[in-house]
């Protein structure tokens, strides 16, 4: 059995960059307690890829502006044993993150400025750069200590209909399509047709190979880096009841990203996505509070992967980063199976959750608990997916699938899973920030 895997800090990172949406109003199964303007976090874990480590995280509300969310951490592990270039070495897991978050521009209502970076070292990162995929071997990876840095800046217009049309603030301040029952009764009735966004990304990726002497065992075969920087076209229209636990409505997101090869760039590539999420309020039984079926549909293809030619390093021309592009396995998508298991040209998963709020809480208001645990969550899921050099009917034969459980917990505002997934390749944890179909 398989523990806890890699990528929980990157990916804690990344979902805050998405998803920090603090300031949304709360019901009683949204949030049973009073914000705050400042939450401290302590957190220990101990990963595959991080070794026994930890970290302290502090959350902001209102820096600058009363709209913004402002995010950092700083985190440090154990020392490890690893082996690099066939000798034997030690390293440490290290690494800070800070963001900014919907910082309004000075003289516009509507446009939204946030940014966020994260600086890191890992000992042990495994890779599928060469052996990626649908039938391509468990075993076939890359595992190298290096470096896992990244910047993000996003600007997002909010169009000038839906939530907020008469009143800015309620960009920031009313839930989604929904008004907030002042009862607080956990419901709301639908008003207006949702919040639509236009946006741009910009982005610098940085990774780093420390193992990568030809014909080491698990060697990246003489690559040394992977840096990637581009930019990424958005449209997202969201048209559900609270951002950061949805119990009726839908979300869309439409969006192309595109490195031109520019500056220290390994290569150009492109990528053209489609995610819709769908959230169906379902009866509760007398021991829950909320039951909701939520689903999840994602496809996506690259239009520039050339799989007949080879740039270099045995590396194909224009091809994604594996962690980029279409591409299944880890804490997101395909729980069942190891990061980035599998990548190519196309994609298709979908999924479906059963979350069910538990009247059962006994941290609620706990004097010994240091952060407010407002409620418990227990959910079902299952996931089929599937990656293919071209985009055809091929995607929906010979599909993966994993099955698996969850419990999660609304703490200090901001919801955190422990996720048991079950493949054919074995079973995997995960422990994570924020519900996995924001990404």
Same mark, same amino acid.
């Given at each position: 059995?398989?523990?806890? =895997? =890699?990528?929980?800090? $990157?990916? *804690?990172?990344?979902?805050?960059?998405?998803? &920090?949406?603090?300031?949304?109003?709360?019901?009683?199964?949204?949030?049973?307690?009073?914000?705050?303007?400042?939450?401290? *976090? $302590?957190?220990? +874990?101990?990963t595959d890829s991080t070794g026994f480590s930890g970290g302290v995280g502090v959350i902001k509300k209102g820096l600058f502006q009363p709209q913004t969310t402002t995010i950092a951490t700083l985190f440090y592990g154990t020392k490890q044993d690893i082996v690099t270039n066939g000798q034997p070495?030690?390293? %440490?897991?290290?690494?800070?993150? *800070? @963001?900014?978050?919907?910082?309004? *521009?000075?003289g516009t209502n509507r446009v939204l400025l946030s940014i966020s970076g994260l600086k890191s070292y890992f000992p042990k990162a495994r890779y599928y750069l060469y052996n990626h995929t649908n039938d391509s071997k468990e075993d076939q990876y890359i595992e190298s200590s290096g470096n896992e840095d990244f910047v993000f800046a996003t600007l997002k217009y909010v169009l000038p209909f839906g939530?907020?049309?008469? %009143?800015p603030e309620g960009l920031y301040t009313l839930k989604r399509g929904f008004a907030v029952g002042r009862e607080n009764d956990g419901g709301g009735v639908p008003f207006v047709t949702g919040r639509t966004s236009l946006g741009l990304t910009g982005f610098y /990726? #940085? !990774?780093?190979?420390?193992?990568?002497?030809?014909?080491? $065992?698990?060697s990246s075969d003489g690559l040394k880096k992977w840096d990637t920087n581009g930019i990424r076209f958005f449209i997202d229209h969201d048209n559900t009841d609270y951002d950061l636990n949805p119990s009726r409505g839908y979300q869309f997101r439409i969006q192309y990203s595109k490195d031109f090869?520019?500056?220290?760039? =390994?290569?150009?590539?492109? +990528?053209? /996505?489609? =995610?819709? %999420? #769908?959230?169906?309020?379902?009866?509760?039984?007398?021991?829950t509070k909320?039951?909701?079926? &939520?689903?999840?549909?994602?496809? @996506?293809?690259? +239009?520039?992967?050339?799989? /007949?030619?080879?740039?270099n390093h045995g590396i194909t021309d224009h091809r994604p980063p594996p962690w980029e592009g279409a591409r299944l396995g880890g804490i997101f998508r395909m729980r069942g199976y190891n990061t980035d298991r599998f990548s190519d040209k196309a994609v298709a998963y979908g999924t479906a959750e059963y979350r069910a709020i538990l009247d059962w809480n006994p941290f609620r208001k706990n004097d010994y608990i240091p952060v407010a645990v407002d409620w418990l969550q227990l959910v079902? +899921?299952? /996931?089929?997916?599937?990656? %293919?050099?071209? !985009?055809?009917f091929d995607l929906l034969k010979d599909m993966k699938y994993d099955v698996g459980v969850s419990l999660r917990a609304m703490a200090a505002h901001v919801p955190v899973r422990l996720d048991v997934a079950y493949s054919n390749e074995g079973v995997n944890f995960w422990v994570m920030v924020f519900q996995p179909f924001d990404f």
């Open positions: 059995m398989k523990t806890f =895997k =890699k990528t929980l800090l $990157p990916s *804690i990172a990344a979902s805050l960059c998405y998803t &920090a949406t603090l300031c949304a109003g709360t019901n009683t199964v949204a949030s049973d307690t009073d914000s705050k303007d400042m939450v401290c *976090i $302590p957190y220990v +874990f101990s070495d030690t390293a %440490n897991f290290s690494g800070g993150f *800070i @963001g900014l978050f919907d910082y309004k *521009i000075p939530d907020g049309l008469d %009143n /990726e #940085h !990774y780093t190979f420390d193992n990568y002497l030809l014909g080491t $065992p698990h090869g520019w500056g220290d760039s =390994k290569q150009s590539w492109d +990528f053209l /996505e489609f =995610k819709y %999420n #769908h959230y169906i309020d379902l009866p509760t039984f007398s021991f909320q039951n909701v079926l &939520a689903m999840s549909f994602w496809t @996506g293809y690259s +239009f520039s992967w050339d799989k /007949e030619k080879t740039f079902g +899921f299952v /996931e089929a997916g599937r990656v %293919n050099d071209t !985009y055809n």
